[in-house]
Nanobody, 121 residues
Framework: QVQLVESGGGLVQAGGSLRLSCAASGLTFSNYAMGWFRQVPGKEREFVTGIWWDDSTLYADSVKGRFTVSRDSAKNTVYLQLNSLKSEDTAVYYC???????????????WGKGTLVTVSS
């Protein structure tokens, strides 16, 4: 059974930082692109970033230069460092795994349950 378990969300002031983690189990980590999406109430879940099996990365324009994704294959964990946070970054952040990529929702095979990030202004 595949599980993606996120952690690290919380309340932070604008301009602050957080690091999210996603621990994966039940899958062959090296065969999957890993990524992060986010969602606010009333809006669609949107792509934030992805990291592929060759460590290539992709970022949404809204987070480029502020967020950094990384993966640790020894720990089957993907991380998201969030810096220079803005109030518009407030959302539930979901970890995603896709054998064909993660930059589009229909490519995602597995989702985590999400972790809430709240940025106060």
């Amino acid at each position: 059974q595949v599980q993606l378990v996120e952690s690290g969300g919380g309340l932070v002031q604008a301009g602050g930082s957080l690091r999210l983690s996603c621990a994966a189990s039940g899958l062959t980590f090296s065969n999957y692109a890993m990524g992060w999406f986010r969602q606010v109430p009333g809006k669609e879940r949107e792509f934030v970033t992805g990291i592929w099996w060759d460590d290539s990365t992709l970022y949404a324009d809204s987070v480029k230069g502020r967020f950094t994704v990384s993966r640790d294959s020894a720990k089957n964990t993907v991380y998201l460092q969030l810096n220079s946070l803005k109030s518009e970054d407030t959302a539930v952040y979901y970890c995603a795994a896709g054998s064909g990529g993660v930059h589009l929702r229909h490519l995602v095979n597995y989702w985590g349950k999400g972790t809430l990030v709240t940025v106060s202004s």
